[in-house]
């Protein structure tokens, strides 16, 4: 070892080549340490599970947490983690494909499995003594207390369930309705979707926000196995549970839950973990948390493919339009001569519009027209009538202004005897009353001859009447006619038009009146006036007792028949017309032994109902 040193201090470089013998012997040294150590395990391959958490994920964790670790005790080399999801969050687990293997219900591996490329490897075993691995399906529950017996009686009632796609709770029992010929869309008056955690149904019925809860298979017993809810005050409605069936349903069963493999998985993997399953005993803590007696092949989904079906729902049924388009292209030439067809009612049908609507337009015009015509024809009756009328009006003009004339004479003799102001005023009142009533009789006349607009308003017909007597009253004098008037019940107003009822009025009172001069084998003549206040309408009976009717009343009632010389023929038309206009009636009868009745009927109508009909 000197010899060695003395050998390498002598040279020049000994400093570089001594630090080079350093370094091989620590690396010799590092070598030989890294080799005296034991080989470490290689890392287990992570896997993820996705499992549907109904009832939430603390209760999901403690369903299938004990399966997941008999997975990582039978397969070491395989480190499974569970993750709890809903339905949505199970759906996108498989679109993404995010995880190895899901655990889920019949109905949503059906649809999921017709939509992705899913393997089916395992079935859970039901515990039940009959060893039946149908166990899903829907209960209904209601209150102890409540009034509902039979499924018929649950129609109309307030239902609470997790999903509308939800597979052991709606999705089943709406098949069981349909298969009873009911509607599920309509068997119920509202059903609320609470979503997960599906406990929250039955404290959402126990506190009386709800009729009935449409919850899974067990979920009642299991909740009263927890301490969750007191079993008692609950009671299930229609159930049909087998033999040996631990629980209460009210639908027919389905498979139990299944376990698959998403693409993500590769065979090897799958076979293991299918062998790991299959070998899980009845009575191991997995089997016994996931309440089953572990796991097997994988069993028929067939009877989950037909309720699928029946409700319209499987993910391969194509939409109708879809099959409405595959026909079309499978018979074109049908589908062109429909297009045709169609194209052609449509042009037919646009063009009896139009010629509906240009007809329309002409009738209207014409009605617009006869109108203005009959509202003529009034006017020129009622100029006719104010014609008829010149000897009464004359008279009736005469009689104030000879008062006026007489009146102011006497003032003017007061004055030049030199009365005073105070004596004159009482000749002034009567002065002022005559020429009121001169007005009164000027503002009858122009309200008569006025062509008229209808301006209905609530009128007073005992004060139209008195009226449109005393307009008529020295022609009726003259005639040496009696006038009675008679009100029956209680006076109401009617909403009416008073130049139209007071042309009908006056055309009767003159008809009356000849009717009485031209039968002169009574010795008075009358014309009696009642007015009946009935509950419904108001009636208006005109007698007389002259000749009666000599033409049928039909006739009588047309335009241009009169039974006079001169006359126009308009009169009762006219007459008839108003009183429809006023949704009324008006009817010639003839009285025995000789005479006639004009009964003209009005209904009390309100303002607005009465504008409205106009």
């Given at each position: 070892m000197n010899r060695f040193i003395t050998q390498l201090t002598q040279t020049r470089w000994w400093p570089l080549r001594l630090l080079f013998i350093i370094f091989g012997i620590s690396h010799f040294s590092l070598a030989h340490a890294e080799s005296s150590q034991p080989q470490s395990q290689p890392i287990a391959q992570p896997i993820q599970v996705a499992v549907l958490a109904t009832r939430g994920n603390p209760q999901a964790i403690q369903r299938w947490q004990p399966t997941i670790d008999w997975l990582n005790q039978q397969l070491p080399q395989y480190q499974f983690s569970l993750r709890p999801r809903n339905l949505d969050q199970m759906e996108e687990v498989i679109t993404t494909n995010s995880a190895e293997f899901v655990i889920t219900n019949p109905g949503q591996s059906v649809k999921l499995g017709w939509q992705y490329p899913l393997s089916w490897i395992a079935t859970l075993k039901s515990p039940w003594p009959n060893g039946t691995n149908q166990a899903l399906g829907s209960t209904l529950v209601v209150r102890n207390d409540s009034p509902f017996i039979d499924l018929e009686d649950l129609q109309n009632?307030?239902?609470?369930?997790?999903?509308?796609?939800?597979?052991g709770g709606f999705l089943t029992l709406s098949q069981y309705l349909k298969s009873k010929q009911q509607d599920p869309s309509l068997f119920f008056k509202k059903i609320d979707y609470l979503g997960?955690?599906?406990?929250?149904?039955l404290y959402h019925l126990r506190d009386h926000q709800s009729d009935v809860a449409i919850t899974?298979?067990?979920?009642?017993?299991?909740?009263?196995k927890e301490g969750l809810i007191d079993k008692s005050q609950f009671r299930v409605v229609n159930n049909s549970a087998p033999q040996d069936f631990p629980c209460a349903v009210s639908t027919p069963l389905y498979p139990n839950w299944s376990f698959a493999k998403t693409s993500k998985a590769n065979e090897e993997m799958a076979t293991a973990v299918t062998q790991a399953l299959l070998n899980l005993p009845k009575d191991n803590p997995a089997a016994v948390a996931a309440k089953s007696h572990g796991w097997s092949s994988p069993i028929s989904s067939l009877s989950v493919v037909k309720?699928?079906?029946?409700?319209?729902?499987?993910?391969?049924?194509?939409?109708?339009?879809q099959q409405a388009l595959m026909w079309l292209k499978q018979h074109q030439q049908w589908a062109w001569g429909a297009a045709i067809l169609f194209i052609a009612l449509n042009i037919y049908h646009f063009w009896l519009e139009f010629r509906f609507n240009r007809n329309q337009k002409l009738l209207n015009q014409a009605q617009l027209e006869?109108?203005?015509?009959?509202?003529?024809?009034?006017h020129a009756q009622r100029v006719a009538i104010v014609g008829g009328l010149g000897t009464n009006l004359a008279h009736e003009i005469n009689q104030p202004l000879s008062a006026i004339r007489n009146y102011s004479q006497g003032a003017k003799l007061r004055i030049e005897k030199g009365a005073d102001a105070t004596s004159l005023t009482p000749i002034m009142d009567k002065i002022e009353q005559q020429v009121v009533r001169v007005d009164a009789i000027v503002q009858r006349l122009r309200t008569l001859i006025t062509k008229r607009t209808v301006a209905k308003q609530n009128l007073n017909i005992n004060a139209l009447i008195d009226d449109t007597l005393a307009l008529l009253s020295h022609d009726l004098t003259d005639k040496n006619i009696q006038i009675k008037v008679v009100t029956n019940g209680n006076p109401r107003e009617i909403y009416a038009d008073a130049v139209g009822l007071q042309q009908v009025l006056v055309n009767i009172i003159n008809n009356a009146a000849d009717s009485c001069l031209s039968y002169p084998q009574e010795l008075t003549n009358r014309i009696e006036v009642v007015i009946d206040y009935a509950e419904q309408q108001l009636d208006i009976y005109l007698r007389d007792n002259g000749a009666g009717l000599v033409q049928p009343i039909s006739e009588l009632q047309s335009a241009f028949v009169s039974t006079k010389e001169k006359g126009l023929g308009l009169g009762l038309s006219i007459c008839h017309d108003i009183i429809e206009h006023h949704h009324g009636h008006f009817t010639l009868s003839p009285i025995e032994p000789h005479g006639c009745e004009a009964h003209i009927q009005l209904p009390y109508l309100q303002p607005s109902s009465h504008q409205q009909n106009s």
């Open positions: 009632s307030h239902a609470v369930a997790v999903s509308p796609d939800a597979f997960f955690p599906i406990d929250a149904m899974p298979v067990c979920l009642l017993e299991n909740m009263d309720m699928y079906r029946d409700l319209n729902i499987h993910p391969q049924q194509t939409p109708w339009w006869l109108k203005q015509k009959s509202q003529m024809l009034e």
